[in-house]
């Protein structure tokens, strides 16, 4: 490199003061940073990125304790006071992870930006810095900037917040960027947009980016050369591209080799049924017949008026024998409210859902129980999902003992014999789940479901809170059960390469509706709608994409789904948007072989609007 | 117009609160035993004049057709009248009741429109010595959770909420007023005699607030935002000043609006003791002298006066805090 | 994500603390305090004092001696006697003694309307905050209308009209002071009824009454017991402001409202009818307050971490 290194870390080393001893979360770090150079930092959960993004810009509190040099342009910045620190703060810009929490919940967006800018440079007047705001404000595409100025930061979505932050860190023109798994909270198109925002903003004002992230992939769109950290240790230090061809140290292949592909093999798919079977034929055990869900919400600045929010609008499907469904999209497109429909703790506002050909909203009693005991709900999040103060055992009984059964002997013989199936260890019968790891909480909730024997499984995002690793063995264990047991499952998930693994038909939502429903490869290889292929672009993989983001990613973020605009609700984000779009909502067509998509453009031979007798 | 709709709702709400608390304490007046009529005409009057007047005053029909006939003068504003107190002068009673006094006994709303400004004012210096003394104590034990401040508010807010306050008041009339001869306390000669009784409540007031700005402070100074907003470059002044401290005035309001009824109960008491013509000592000697219209018209008033203080409080909260705006 | 958090989930989280149940630690917590312990030693002193020491000197509390009338406490004054260690009061009847009687029907009042405040508090709030909706509403405002009218009112009112006994006294104050109850327990079972495990235990066909009754009560319940020491001292200041406006436990029985009401006249020339049993009720609330207070910030320390 010519010239000098902007920022240039010398044996940084972070300990944690605790009660005993302390513990080192960091060890003998060491790396320069050159001037617009964007430095990627690839590490686990707990690795200590967070501890190291904070220490280089001197962000961390007791009982974080650090030593070593952070030279900021020759000058060492690592331990300076706070007084002496707030001249560089012009200079040295960090964004954290969580977007929302970053601003004073109380005061508008634009106005803590402004006094932000104020505070690092208090020459600039009030008037040039609400004007310099507004103008990056609309250069980082958020609509009506100047109205947007005043909003609160409650008001803004999560990406939007984040692009607001990135205001925020980029309005004193700084040198150095540090972003902090910017991208961890974001849906996938959104995490997109901001990266690309990020390399736009470093040519336009010269910055240097230190990106962080716990995603090999996410850093490799972002960065020209990455760093890997295992366990407070810089492993190993390559150009972004060499470290994915050539990873030299043991943890970055095992990194390398853990992120799913998608296209380049084709993955061991669960097949019980027929790969080919006739769908018409075998009748579904779920079926979805124009299912909506409709919420009132108040509407503000009202006496007493509400407003409808359509979460569901007129989603019909099957879902067969020994399917392993899933039904995917990004947060806000309704795939949780027909998690609930699902499972009935909500009734839909209208149409029906049929288990077995029976209707189930009008169940109640002995029916209503004989629908639980075939269909069961595997939970989110593993931390949550379990009562804090009750047995493992005692929770496997919980729903026996709801169903009537009384005979203690065969209950714990029957709690038993799930624990062994699911490969809980019996000696965790009286253990209390505190202390468990996600994975074997998340097995828990598993053997709680599977103990009814059900014959459909319910899994809402069960995978989404477990390390690589963990969510292969998991999905492995679903494989056994599903051939020992003849299982349906149903999984609710934003992750597409988990679906890619583990499912073999999948409806994409979006606003409420499925815009797409297609076979496995049918929908990863041969998608129909153009949401579909985003999703596809924007997938954190190393492999080449299929789908290109220059041509696929969309603008901009889904509207309300109140007051939902006439005709597509996508066509606002629509690259191929055309008049009839804005005329009329597409209805799913048929795309033969099962593959069906709502859009306009699908014109397959004798494409034909659907109803619910040939969807599925 | 969203200040507009969220007072109109908020009203609403209100009148049915108001509705309920007159109900009930209407209720609660005709079920217990005790009979007013028999306190008006006095012992020595024979049963039969009792009920002939009872019933002449309606007191022996049904509850809800009393009930439905003073909510009907309620709403034309007539409170009605005292039955004891006559519209000047010393609180009459006894043998020598006589219907044709009736129209001389004072309306119940004007014994009340007497009273309330007194003990507005007394609530109000109450609360602006409470509000001074634990923001100092509370904001500064806050910043620093174990730290010297922080233990000082306990052990004071520890003390303070063990002290009765009719205790006090004798103990603090005792040394300031009688030994002390610094402040007047019994009785009302102009505003200084506020001040004591405005002392006594202000102690009985300030453990809560003190603990509700202790911990709100210490809540906020946790959150996400403080620590980001060092790295962004703002000073800890600007921190705690203009984000820390808007962020816990509105649990602190919350509170104020909650602890209002405590704070008018303390009132009564301190009122009664160093005998200062308010609300309290009105509500008392009602009681006392079984005076069921002006309990009622009380119980009107102050529910109503809550309904309002928790209006302006949650407006104020929402205009701190956007996102309460529901 | 915070330093604390990526930490922790790094580590792994064994910690046989946690096994306890939380009351157990929240327990275990406020007793390594100062202050409970200070709070805890009075207060056994006091009521150790209440129980015993009325029988073991065998004075009664309403014997008028006319010739042992207004002895100040030891070394307090003139004529001051070992006998009568806080001197007695205008009719010669023992102060200690009184006073200590006067704490029993206090602590006995303040216990017994709280708990009544808790069962009625806790179960209308758990209702109103795991149903929602109608419910929710309804019960809101009850407690709003509830709560905009002081209790003291109320007490006065009702107690004022009829005759109070002990069981109206009790009665009264349990009934007037539950909405605060109310409120807290709607919140924490309105957050509760939205986390996973209770919609798992609907999934899996649990009736309500069952979720309600043996998930979130055994969870829910006990935190809130905590606090409610701090509320047995504030209904301890009410039972005694009650005796004091003349509402409370009648005489001859000493309540500390009653004696402080009587002693009030003989402020100048025997200022301790009245402050004696103010500063025995002081210590009593010192006590439980110091106790309720570090179990609150005992449950706020756990409750924050767990």
């Known amino acids: 490199m010519d010239m000098p290194p902007v920022l240039s870390v010398r044996d940084l080393s972070v300990d944690l003061a605790g009660p005993v001893a302390g513990r080192r979360i960091l060890d003998a770090i060491a790396f320069d940073v050159a001037p617009r150079e964007i430095v ?217 080799a853990q992120i799913p592909t998608i296209w380049t093999r084709s993955p061991a798919l669960p097949r019980t049924g027929e790969p080919a079977r006739d769908r018409s034929e075998s009748s579904p055990v779920i079926r979805l017949e124009d299912v909506s869900q409709t919420y009132r919400v108040r509407e503000r600045g009202t006496f007493a008026g509400t407003s409808a929010l359509r979460a569901v609008r007129n989603v019909t499907f099957d879902i067969h024998k020994g399917d392993s469904f899933a039904v995917v999209g990004e947060s806000g497109c309704g795939k949780s409210t027909l998690m609930r429909l699902l499972s009935r703790l909500e009734r839909p506002s209208g149409g029906r859902i049929l288990c077995d050909g029976q209707d189930i909203a009008p169940l109640s009693g002995p029916a209503l129980l004989g629908f639980r005991r075939k269909l069961q709900l595997v939970l989110q999040d593993p931390f949550n999902s379990l009562p804090p103060r009750t047995g493992i055992g005692a929770m496997l009984e919980a729903p026996l003992r709801t169903h009537g059964w009384r005979d203690a002997g065969r209950i714990r013989e029957r709690v038993r014999a799930v624990m062994n199936d699911v490969g809980l260890s019996p000696a965790l ?127 901009g973020e889904p509207p309300s789904p109140i007051d939902l605009p006439a005709g597509c609700a996508f066509r606002s984000r629509c690259p191929r948007a055309f008049a009839p779009c804005a005329a009329e909502g597409p209805h799913l067509v048929t795309r033969g072989a099962g593959a069906l998509a709502a859009c306009h453009r699908v014109t397959a031979p004798g494409a034909r609007p659907v109803n619910a007798d040939a969807a599925g | 117009m969203f200040v507009l709709s969220f007072l109109a709702r908020r009203l609403a709400q209100g009148a049915i609160i108001i509705t309920l608390v007159s109900l009930l304490i209407f209720t609660l007046l005709r079920v217990v035993p005790g009979d007013p009529v028999r306190l008006m005409v006095g012992g020595m009057a024979p049963d039969s004049l009792v009920e002939q007047i009872a019933n002449r005053m309606g007191l022996r029909d049904p509850i809800l057709v009393q009930f439905g006939r003073y909510a009907g003068q309620v709403v034309r504003g007539d409170l009605g009248h005292s039955f004891v107190r006559p519209a000047n002068g010393a609180a009459t009673g006894g043998a020598n009741f006589d219907d044709a006094t009736r129209a001389e006994r004072a309306p119940v709303a004007a014994l009340i429109g007497e009273a309330l400004p007194m003990t507005l004012q007394l609530a109000a210096l109450a609360l602006a010595f409470a509000l001074a003394f634990s923001s100092l104590v509370g904001i500064a034990a806050g910043l620093r959770p174990g730290g010297l401040a922080d233990r000082f508010a306990f052990a004071v807010s520890s003390i303070f909420i063990s002290l009765p306050n009719f205790w006090l008041a004798i103990v603090l009339a005792l040394l300031f007023s009688v030994k002390l001869g610094w402040l007047p306390a019994v009785g009302y000669g102009g505003f200084s005699y506020t001040i004591l009784p405005a002392i006594v409540l202000a102690v009985e007031l300030s453990p809560v607030l003190i603990r509700t700005l202790s911990g709100a402070v210490a809540a906020q100074m946790g959150e996400a935002y403080v620590a980001v907003g060092r790295i962004r470059g703002l000073t800890e002044t600007r921190i705690v000043g203009a984000h820390v401290l808007r962020n816990a005035a509105v649990p602190l309001l919350n509170l104020l609006g909650v602890q209002f009824s405590s704070l008018l109960g303390g009132v009564i008491i301190v009122e009664y003791i160093l005998d200062y013509p308010g609300l309290g000592l009105l509500t008392i000697n009602a009681v006392l002298q079984r005076d069921f219209p002006l309990i009622q018209g009380i119980a009107i008033v102050t529910s109503a006066i809550f309904v309002v203080i928790n209006i302006l409080v949650d407006l104020a909260a929402t205009i701190i805090d956007p996102r309460l705006a529901y | 994500m915070s330093v604390e958090s990526s930490l922790t989930l790094g580590s792994v989280p064994v910690d046989t603390g946690r096994s306890r149940s939380i009351g157990r630690r929240i327990l275990g917590r406020a007793a390594r305090a100062t202050g409970f312990r200070v709070g805890l030693g009075l207060l056994g002193i006091l009521v150790l004092a209440t129980v015993l020491y009325p029988e073991l000197s065998g004075l009664d509390p309403g014997k008028m001696d006319v010739r042992a009338r207004l002895l100040p406490p030891l070394f307090a004054g003139p004529h001051w006697n070992w006998a009568h260690p806080l001197g007695t009061d205008q009719i010669g009847r023992d102060m200690l003694v009184r006073c200590l009687i006067g704490l029993r029907y206090s602590f006995l009042i303040g216990v017994a309307s709280t708990a009544l405040t808790l069962v009625i508090g806790c179960a209308l709030g758990m209702v109103a905050g795991y149903f929602g909706g109608r419910t929710d509403a309804v019960l809101m405002r009850i407690t709003d209308a509830q709560l905009s009218i002081p209790m003291i009112i109320l007490a006065i009112a009702v107690l004022g009209v009829s005759r109070p006994t002990i069981p109206a006294i009790i009665l009264v104050l349990g009934l007037s002071n539950w909405p605060v109850y109310a409120r807290v327990m709607r919140s924490v079972a309105m957050a509760e009824r939205g986390r996973e495990y209770v919609r798992a235990a609907q999934v899996s066909g649990a009736t309500h009454a069952r979720i309600v009754l043996t998930l979130l009560t055994p969870l829910l319940v006990p935190p809130i017991l905590f606090t409610s020491v701090l509320d047995i001292a504030r209904m301890m200041i009410f039972e005694s402001t009650l005796g004091f406006l003349g509402l409370g436990v009648q005489p001859p029985t000493p309540t500390f409202g009653n004696i402080i009401a009587d002693g009030r006249k003989y402020l100048l020339n025997a200022w301790w009818i009245a402050t004696m049993p103010g500063v025995f009720l002081g210590l009593t609330l010192i006590g439980l307050n110091l106790i309720g207070a570090a179990c609150e910030r005992a449950r706020n320390a756990i409750h924050g971490g767990a």
């Not at chain 1, 349906?488 to 992750?495: G, R, V, W």
């Open chain 1, 429 to 555: 019968y009286d253990a209390l789940p505190v202390g468990l790891s996600a994975g074997q909480r998340q097995r828990i909730n598993v053997a709680r479901a599977m103990v009814l024997e059900p014959e459909i499984l319910l899994m809402d995002e069960t995978l989404s809170s477990l390390d690589q690793t963990e969510q292969f063995r998991l999905l492995a264990l679903f494989e056994k059960l599903q051939r020992a047991h003849g299982l349906t499952y149903i999984f609710i998930s934003h992750d597409l390469a988990m679906v890619r693994k583990a499912c073999n038909r999948i409806a994409v939502m979006y606003l409420g509706e499925v815009v797409e429903l297609a076979d496995n490869e049918r929908l990863f290889f041969d998608p129909g709608h153009p949401y579909t292929k985003a999703l596809l672009s924007a997938m954190p993989t190393l492999e080449e994409r299929r789908y290109r983001p220059e041509e696929c990613l969309l603008d």
């Open chain 1, 40 to 256: 990627g930092v690839v590490g686990a959960t707990g690795a200590g990125k967070t501890v190291l993004a904070k220490a280089l810009v001197n962000g961390l509190e007791p009982p974080l304790t650090a030593r070593g040099t952070v030279r900021f342009r020759g000058q060492d910045i690592l331990n300076l006071a706070p007084r002496a620190m707030r001249p560089l703060r012009r200079e040295i810009a960090y964004v954290g992870a969580n977007p929302m929490g970053a601003l004073d919940p109380t005061l508008p967006v634009g106005h803590q930006i402004a006094e932000k800018m104020r505070a690092v440079n208090p020459a600039v007047a009030a008037a040039e810095a609400r004007r310099r705001v507004v103008a990056l404000l609309d250069a980082v595409r958020i609509p009506s900037a100047a109205r947007r100025f005043h909003d609160y930061p409650s008001q803004f979505s999560g990406g939007m917040m984040q692009r607001a932050l990135l205001v925020d860190a980029m309005i004193s023109d700084p040198a150095l960027l540090v972003a902090d798994n910017v991208t961890q909270p974001l849906d996938v198109t959104v995490a997109a947009q901001v990266i690309r925002l990020m390399r736009e903003l470093t040519e336009r004002f010269q910055t240097a980016i230190l990106f962080v992230s716990s995603s090999l992939p996410v850093a490799r769109e972002a960065a020209s050369r990455t760093l890997v950290i295992d366990s407070g240790r810089l492993v190993e230090e390559q150009p972004t591209e060499a470290l994915i061809a050539r990873p030299r140290h043991a943890y970055t292949r095992d990194l390398v």
